[in-house]
């Protein structure tokens, strides 16, 4: 069945977009060429190559590992030395020139706040140390904090100068980019891999923001499980598209009622209520990773003129508590696969 | 807090399996440990220069040569204390006898990943956390099933990613190896893979750069061992006899950065529960125990039950709250927490524990971090404390540190590096240090402030 709003719901038996090579009674996957997993980012990245030589596919790697790990060091706000930690110390004083990948993604994270009107934002930083120090300290912050932090979010107050320069026009903004930053890098990754003569790659940032170029050998995709089944099929053939998947678990408090997960939001500057999660497949890595924190926030009834701001190739898949999809908005990169 | 006795050294041994053996000069190393079963590797060390020890199964003991030219041997697998005893014996006046705890992992950071079930490469889910494949907990185990005896670690290499070649550990690899057991108090036997013994053999530049590498750490590790400190630990584990059931629960507290020390049932009593802050209590007490876990809460300290089925004497009054996983009793001035279930989700369950302590009572903090593991020690005399620092990730970070006490001054050294003196800010009684770059290990010396509290002891 598909709701007049475009959103069907995975309850219901509906053909799914995409015909895949059947997966299951495939033989197995032939191992990747080179396969490296390695820290970055505050988790691990799993690069994949296939190609014939393995000298040029270890040599793709290694540089498009050396371009994520530029990247995060340039947009960490855990690292003190970063572009980005620069730019949130010395914003308010003044335009920051900053390197160019954090520019691009600065001006990009300013429109998904407008499209997703002001769902996805990345001025959230000061919401997100409020609740951190409230949950060390085992209970909800003071409605004043929240009320403060408030005050500082909104990608309005940020000010951007091409090509490479910016500034903030309030002094407590700060700029926090885990909410995009992965689904950005897997995407260059996948760029440099590709500039190097790999067309058959896969990169993984900790299972939430993965990026595949052609597919395996065999293959029609790279094979990625799903938290759960779609018409009995559990599988995603991920293929020349990102994929980005966030979940919201509130934790309980210590010392009180309630709990805090992860994700904010930003306009109410409280936590996104309640266990539930989003996956979304799309053509870029940071649109798919922003549009999971917006879709969290965002009934699947009403994300279809959100949704359709983003362009036609865009998937989601909304889970329940259970970690088992619970609604899908189909997209032409949507091909599943497994067993029905 | 509580203070262990620690262990008396700290040493890594190398394993070398293949020939040839390279000269003793070129490694460095007075020693190597070769298989009992090839008496012909065991002379050509020999006649390369090493001391030679030797690794024998249990029951391969009889077959070990009896003379003056074993330097020791290791033990595989259980094996009587008589027997061990009967061997150094037959070995000779300063023969080393030691048995291997062959239980733990070779340390390294992983992701969860499904590698090709049913040709499925990944799971998608939320930014999944680094797993820590780590012997912080294990050491500790093992640390209080001997009293007294240094655990000698050994594990085999497991390639992390199933990727054609590349099999091999890296030198980081190696690093990490050495920097963990000379972290937590434990000896090594460092397994060499073939093809990294055979460039060494053939003294290739890079194998000897690595080897240079693996040897700085090695001497670094040996050269001032956290085992003429003595671990703090604010959290006691009890459980019954046989700890390793529970091994997960407290590998999540090593994990967590929650030092603990391990007690048994049969060890509790109102003095061996005074230094704590807080206790965990796995598998049921019997009322001597019950009475001395309840005086404990009312003095002031948190009792930690997980599945275990009362009736307990902290459980007579009312709960003070309820919630979905766990029940609170205040008893005395303190409290005591009843999860419902057994510890079934080990993380959630650290995590928990970890809440339950308010941040003046941990015994170490540390802030982007969650690649690091750090263990306190302190000096006999009261004077100054270590703490060791270990990032799994081999890339470099930069960490904050939360130490509690007052201190004059804070020494930090890593391998290969001459000792700095470190800025740090005191905060309340806390010192707060910030390490720019921990790439793999490194160790901090603290001199405590004249008259100052010693450290930990300030948390009940």
Known sequence: MRSADGVRHASCAVLLLLAAAPLWGSPALEPPTVHVQRYAMGTMV????????????????????????????????????SDLSRLNREGA???????????????????????????????????????????????????????????????DLVELQPPNRIRFTSPCVEIELGGVGKGYAVDRALDVLRAHGVERALVNAGGSSIAAAGAPPGRDGWPVRLGGSIDGRDVLLLREASMSTSEQRPRPFAAAGGGVGEILDPRSGAPVPGAAGVTVVASDGAVAEALTKALLMTAPADAERMLARFGHDVSAIWMGPDGAPAAVHNGPRLALAGPR | ?????????????????????????????????????????????????????????????DAIPR??????????????????????????????????????????????????????????????????????????????????????????????????GGEEPAADDYLVAIAEAGSFGADLLLPLHPAFQRRLALGLPDARADWGRIREAMTFYASASPARYEPIAGIAVVTAEEPMRWFEAMNLLARHNLPFDLLTLDQVTANALAPFRLVVVLDPPAAPQAAALDAFARRGGTLVTAGLQG??????????????????????????????????????????????????????????GITVLAAPYK????????????NYTHQPLPVQLRIPGRYVSVHYEVPGARPALLPFR????????????????????????PGAEPQGSNGK
């Open chain 2, 379 to 390: 000096a006999p005399g009261g004077d100054a404390v270590l703490v060791t620092v270990l």
């Open chain 1, 46 to 81: 799993d690069l994949f190559a296939y190609h014939e030589s393995r000298e040029v596919a270890e040599a793709a790697v290694e540089r498009a590992w050396a371009e994520f790990v530029r990247l995060d060091d340039v947009l960490s706000s855990f690292k003190p030395a």
């Open chain 2, 67 to 164: 003379g003056g030219d074993v330097a020791g041997v290791f033990v595989q697998g259980p094996v009587d204390a008589a027997r061990l005893d009967a061997l150094r014996t037959a070995l000779g006046a300063g023969a080393v006898v030691r048995t291997l705890d062959e239980r733990g992992k070779w340390p390294h950071i992983r992701t969860n990943w499904v590698t090709s079930r049913n040709g499925v490469l990944q799971v998608a889910s939320r930014t999944a956390q680094p797993w820590i494949e780590n012997n912080a907990a294990l050491i500790r185990i093992a640390q209080r099933e001997h009293p007294g005896v240094v655990p000698l670690l050994t594990y085999p290499w497991q390639p992390i990613t199933p990727a054609v």
């Open chain 2, 426 to 449: 005191q905060r309340g009684g806390f010192a707060e240090i910030v390490l720019d770059d921990l790439t793999i290990g490194g160790r901090l010396f603290m001199t405590v402030a």
């Open chain 1, 93 to 155: 004083s003044g335009f920051v020139t900053v390197d160019p990948s954090l520019y691009d993604l600065v001006a990009r994270s300013i429109d998904y706040a407008r499209l997703t009107g002001g769902r996805f934002d990345v001025t959230v930083g000061p919401l997100l140390r409020v609740w951190k120090a409230a949950w060390a300290a085992g209970h909800p912050p003071a409605a004043a904090d929240v009320e403060r932090a408030k005050a500082c979010v909104g990608s």
């Open chain 2, 311 to 368: 009736p307990f004497p902290w459980e007579r009054g009312e709960p003070a709250s309820r919630a979905d996983d766990r029940v609170t009793y205040e008893v005395g001035s303190g409290r005591a927490v009843a999860f419902a279930q057994p510890v079934i989700n080990p993380n959630d369950f650290a995590l928990a524990v970890r809440q339950l302590l308010a941040p003046e009572q941990r015994d170490v903090e540390i802030w982007n």
């Open chain 2, 1 to 61: 807090m509580v203070c262990l006795a620690g262990p008396a050294s700290a040493e890594v041994f190398v394993r070398w399996e293949t020939r040839p053996v390279p000269p003793r000069d070129a490694l460095d190393v007075a020693a190597l440990v070769v298989p009992a079963a090839d008496a012909g590797l065991a002379q050509d060390a020999r006649a390369a220069g090493y001391r030679v020890f030797l690794e024998a199964a249990a029951d391969a003991l």
